[in-house]
């Protein structure tokens, strides 16, 4: 089981591979629709979809610092972020492995994850794009309790 460093502006938060891609698989759906013009929110979703596939174990990559380039591109994520933790709230407290195989990953899923999981990963988030997560990968402390 591998664990990437998901980083944005030197600082970040470490997190387990494959819950970090099952949780950009689902935020990737949660982007608002872009519209001809939003170039950046195709290229934020093909990446996430990219990196959520399962080809990266230990290096997943999120890509953050290249994906928020203005405070708008912020907005869409954090958006984006919002929308899936309401929904997660709502689904009951484990996401089944059948519905998660739904998601065209690269490997099969052999057991549910808990949503408490995923919805600190949404919090992590959140947290390092506002400037919350202080620590670099040599001395990350926050850790969401994934699994």
């Not at 506002?130 to 926050?142: D, F, W, Y």
Request: proline residues 2%; glycine residues 6%.
């Amino acid at each position: 089981m591998g664990s990437t460093f998901v980083e944005f502006n030197q600082k970040g938060f470490w997190a387990n591979d494959s819950i970090l891609e099952l949780w950009l698989r689902l935020l990737a759906l949660h982007l608002d629709e872009p519209s001809n013009d939003e170039v950046n929110i195709k290229l934020i979703r093909n990446q996430w979809l990219l990196a959520s596939r399962g080809f990266f174990q230990g290096c997943v990559p999120v890509e953050l610092d290249s994906l928020i380039k203005t405070s708008s591109d912020s907005q869409v994520i954090e958006k984006a972020i919002a929308s899936l933790v309401e929904s997660l709230k709502t689904s009951g407290e484990i996401l089944d492995e059948k519905h998660i195989n739904l998601l065209g990953f690269e490997y099969t899923w052999r057991k549910g994850v808990r949503v408490a999981g995923l919805i600190e990963m949404g919090e992590s988030f959140q947290d390092l794009i506002s400037g919350k997560i202080v620590t670099s990968s040599s001395n990350a402390s926050h850790v969401p309790k994934t699994i």
